[in-house]
Nanobody
Framework: QVQLVESGGGLVQAGDSLRLSCAARGGTFSNYAMGWFRQAPGKEREVVAATSWSGRSTNYADSVKGRFTISRDNAWNTLYLQMNTLKPEDTAVYYC???????????????????WGQGTQVTVSS
């Protein structure tokens, strides 16, 4: 199965942009539906965006619609999250997650994914 490694987090100001990457190693990346989740201190882990194995199906949390874009490059075994117009409330540890699935379905709940990266911190100052 794949192993996931996130990168691209950092400290930015409100209104700035960041692009997170999630590199998949081992396994066949295109066999996996993928998601980005985040967890702020004292809060539950929540879905940010999710995509099917092909990338043709995507969906977003209401709080990030119009600002964030999930994409994947199956040739390069990488998942991306482009985050624009960042807000202080976007501050969290961001995780990518994988679930073996080639049905083009999107999955939204943390318990529906069985492979997780180590997370990358995103901090947005006001």
């Amino acid at each position: 199965q794949v192993q996931l490694v996130e990168s691209g987090g950092g400290l930015v100001q409100a209104g700035d942009s960041l692009r997170l990457s999630c590199a998949a190693r081992g396994g066949t990346f295109s066999n996996y539906a993928m998601g980005w989740f985040r967890q702020a201190p004292g809060k539950e882990r929540e879905v940010v965006a999710a995509t099917s194995w092909s990338g043709r199906s995507t969906n977003y949390a209401d709080s990030v619609k119009g600002r964030f874009t999930i994409s994947r490059d199956n040739a390069w075994n990488t998942l991306y999250l482009q985050m624009n117009t960042l807000k202080p409330e976007d501050t969290a540890v961001y995780y990518c997650a994988a679930r073996l699935d080639v049905s083009n379905r999107i999955w939204y709940m943390p318990y529906e994914y069985n492979i997780w990266g180590q997370g990358t911190q995103v901090t947005v100052s006001s």
